[in-house]
């Protein structure tokens, strides 16, 4: 007796111990990212793990937060991630039901089919489970105050054509792409390519072959084993389908979907009696057995008289027709690899076989008296199919907004990464400054930089981590193609800022070449908008600075090399380069070079020194001089400080607005990956400063203009002042004596600075330092 | 009357003893009870459906063959 106490109170406390050691292995690992679904089970091998919590096909999911907690004195926050990726956070009375959750979700998204869907979370021994309506949401998820939860889709309609709204429709094709892509349900290759063909047509529009290309599909995700061929041949598909609206191609999705083998299949894994591993797959139709990957058995609903489980092993008994006609009774056990996953797929077979099969929940049998019964009392509580295609009036139609894809580095990029080495010329030409993007990033200036600041500190960002505002949810993209370049320029931006380590962060706006760098991001390299080169340009242009061809005589020749541009990008988000903007590009490119060389922290590590010669040489086209030169020397540096100083000076006098400096800092400041990137001799000249600041936030203060001008008290600037918002511009006297001395300096260490002596690197530094002064 | 006096103290520890161990009994089905009822769970799934659908659904009997043709 006393042992069966202590198993029945202990296991709790067991858990709850448990629990505690969960929450921090999920922070870190699990938490909303997508890879939760596979942390966890030891007994279970990883492939095993059904991956419920993919990461969004969408991007542009805002976050929301719905105070839904009334007079409540104590209020639980549950987050909600919904199919479009966005995030919704909903405050309510700690005693509330799961069905409030979901009215508050539901109400939200505006779905009124809401029997299909469910939401789910991950319970403390990583199994997880459907949020019960009934039942309070604390008893339900007993890991800590973090209630995250996923909306999915519970009940893969057996025929998507009953579903009445288009929404309905548009979150199922966005949970079947989830689940195509995390390999969840498995497609051949003709019906992937013609999944992926709809897709198309639904959010792009009709295929231009003028502007859309096979490497515009490479930008898209749409199967795990995606190939060149592949996107080929889904841009023939997509050519086929010309006229189809949006909905209609969603429509003709949901149609080829519904015949995949896998389709609306819940699977679970098992064990048999024979230790050997089986798979059961709920379907509308009966339950699926499966021997590893091969099925083998359908056992048909009506057949099936029996569905038991007891602690982890769950008794199907089936009658089979026997050949003389006669039943037969079958009887299968499976074993499961706990009793709460036991549990949760016999509650899922009970659900299942209600919602596909039955006209009404079941009522309550009173057969049996509650009070003395011995078994769970779990039936299904909600809507059944057919209720839910036979009843209810259709609504008025509602509009709802489709988020765009997400869209990942062509294949271009990654191609070209690869073919170009590093020290060619052709680098700088791919670079170009696009006028037409130059005009849609200075649109993106404002927005994009705010939601940066916070995710660059975080050097690990979450992987649904969307800035906020950042992209306003597009509507039905049947616009003009510029716009569809805009959008995923923005996107990529915004995926990218969840997905990829914080170097990558904002570079979304490095280049072509600037892949490499970045080689946390196992998929292709970013398609490098040359956001940053335009960011800089749209800068000038604000400075109204002319173009100063005098200085740069000979970048200008390389910067002219537009057919090898031309031959490496060949999406038309990167327009030939326009020689007029160059020069001021390259002085600002030079510019954020001395910045970062001067102010760096931490020296970019060695596997990046090949790769950051290239970024180097993309970012400052200023070093096109140096285009041949494998690392960018220091000797080359002051060099080109030299000719930087008189049109610096000139500049700034004939402009000095604080908006521009708000610009640039604003750019500077999060751009502070470029440091990592810079090459070894740049590293070795700015180590100096790199054991004192040691956060990559101290860039923002080291890249105020005002920094004043004693030697030794410039690293402790950098670290003292936060952001100033509008820096002073007026030199001071003391600036002014080292603004005398700098070009004075500049031959000097023009001369020097092969030796590489510290006081020279630090004179050097300084220089640089004070040329921001300028400013 | 001495004999009575002491009779009622043992009568009543008798009777608290009685009552803690059926309470403990009671304690521990509920336990049982509990404990089975999160751990097994039986349903019947066609018998749901005939339920559902009335006797209609299986019949016993085939229909009735019709009767044969004959030559004229």
Not at chain 1, 657 to 674: A, I, M
Request: glycine share 6%; proline share 8%.
């Amino acid at each position: 007796m006393m042992g069966f106490l202590r198993r029945t109170f202990s296991r709790r406390s067991r858990s709850r111990f448990q629990t505690r050691e969960r929450d921090e292995r999920d922070g870190k690992g699990g938490g909303g990212g997508g890879a939760g679904g596979v942390t966890g089970n030891p007994l279970l091998l990883a492939h095993q793990q059904q991956v419920v919590h993919a990461p969004a096909v969408v991007s542009g999911g805002a976050v929301v937060h719905i105070p839904a907690a009334g007079l409540a004195r104590t209020t639980i926050t549950c987050r909600v991630l919904l199919l479009d990726g966005s995030d919704v956070s909903v405050d309510l009375p700690s005693k509330s039901k799961g069905q409030d959750l979901f009215d508050q979700i539901m109400y939200h998204i505006d779905l009124v089919e809401t029997d299909y869907f469910g939401l789910q979370y991950m319970d403390t021994e990583q199994v997880s489970q459907w949020l019960d309506m009934s039942k309070i949401i604390k008893k339900q998820i007993r890991d800590g105050p973090h209630y995250r939860l996923f909306f999915r889709v519970k009940f893969y309609s057996s025929e998507p054509n009953n579903l009445r709204e288009e929404f309905t429709r548009y979150l199922f094709v966005l949970q079947l792409r989830q689940d195509i892509l995390s390999a969840k349900l498995k497609c051949p290759y003709d019906v992937a390519v013609e999944l992926a063909a709809y897709c198309l047509q639904s959010e792009m529009g009709d295929c231009d072959p003028l502007e859309h290309s096979p490497e515009l599909v490479s930008e898209f995700r749409f199967t795990p084993k995606q190939s060149a061929p592949m996107e080929a041949d889904i841009f023939s598909r997509w050519l086929d389908l010309r006229g189809k609206i949006p909905s209609e191609a969603e429509v003709l999705f949901l149609n080829k979907c519904k015949w995949l083998e896998l389709y609306g299949v819940d699977m679970h894994f098992v064990k048999g009696r024979d230790g050997g591993e089986y798979a059961l797959g709920l379907t509308p139709t009966g339950i699926l057995v499966f021997e590893g990957s091969n099925k083998i058995g359908l056992f048909f609903w009506p057949k099936i008289t029996r569905l038991d489980f007891k602690k982890s092993r769950l008794t199907l008994v089936v009658v089979e027709d026997d050949d003389q006609g006669r039943e037969q009774e079958h009887t299968f056990m499976f074993q499961l690899a706990g009793s709460k996953i036991c549990k949760h797929l016999w509650k899922c077979a009970v659900e299942s076989h209600s919602f596909f099969r039955l006209r009404q929940p079941t009522t309550g049998n009173a057969s049996r008296s509650d009070f003395t019964r011995l078994g769970s009392r779990f039936r299904f509580s909600g809507k059944t199919e057919y209720q839910a295609t036979h009843g209810g009036r259709v609504r008025r139609a509602s509009t709802f907004e489709r988020r765009p894809s997400k869209r990942y580095p062509s294949r271009t990029q990654s191609l070209c990464k690869a073919a170009i080495s590093p020290g060619k010329h052709q680098h700088i030409s791919s670079h170009a400054s696009p006028d037409p993007s130059l005009h849609r990033y200075q649109h993106n200036i404002p927005i994009g930089h705010e939601p940066w600041h916070p995710a660059h500190p975080g050097l690990t960002p979450p992987v649904y981590l969307q800035p906020s505002g950042h992209t306003p949810p597009h509507s039905f993209p049947l616009s003009s193609p510029a716009s569809d370049h805009q959008f995923s320029v923005e996107d990529n931006e915004t995926s990218y800022s969840g997905k990829i380590h914080h170097h990558h962060g904002c570079h979304t706006h490095s280049h072509n070449t600037l892949c490499h760098t970045h080689t946390r991001n196992k998929r292709r390299a970013p398609p490098c908008p040359a956001d940053e080169l335009d960011i800089s340009q749209s800068l000038l242009k604000a400075l109204e600075s002319d173009s100063d061809s005098p200085p740069w005589p000979s970048l200008q020749v390389n910067m002219d090399n537009k057919g090898e541009e031309k031959q490496l990008s060949e999406k038309s988000l990167h327009p030939p380069v326009s020689p007029a903007m160059l020069p001021d590009h390259l002085k600002c490119n030079i510019l954020k070079a001395q910045m970062e060389a001067a102010f760096r922290k931490e020296a970019p590590p060695t596997p990046r020194g090949k790769n950051s010669n290239e970024t180097l040489i993309d970012r400052y086209q200023s070093s096109s001089q140096d285009s041949a030169a494998s690392s960018l020397t220091a000797d080359k540096m002051p060099h080109l400080q030299d000719r930087n100083p008189t049109p610096e000076r000139l500049q700034p006098r004939s402009n000095t607005s604080t908006n521009r400096r708000k610009r640039l800092v604003r750019q500077f400041s999060f751009n502070h990956e470029d440091e990592n990137d810079l090459p070894e001799a740049l590293a070795a000249i700015s180590s100096q400063s790199a054991g004192k600041s040691g956060s990559t936030n101290s860039l923002d203060t080291q890249i105020q203009p005002s920094i004043y001008p004693q030697m030794e008290n410039m690293p402790a600037l950098e670290l003292g002042s936060p952001c100033r918002p509008s820096p002073s511009p007026s030199p001071h006297p003391s600036p002014s004596y080292y603004h005398s001395s700098i070009p004075r300096l500049a031959p000097y260490l023009a001369a020097h600075t092969d030796s590489g002596e510290e006081i020279r690197l630090d004179r050097e530094k300084i220089r640089r330092a004070l040329l921001m002064t300028e400013l | 009357m001495v004999m009575q006096v002491l009779m009622a103290p043992a009568v009543s520890v008798l009777i608290s003893t009685v009552l803690s161990l059926l309470s403990l009994a009671l304690l521990l089905l509920l336990c049982v009870i509990r404990k089975k009822r999160r751990m097994e769970g039986t349903y019947r799934p066609s018998a749901e459906e005939r339920k559902q659908t009335g006797s209609g659904e299986k019949p016993s009997l085939p229909l009735p063959l019709p009767k044969e043709e004959r030559l004229i």
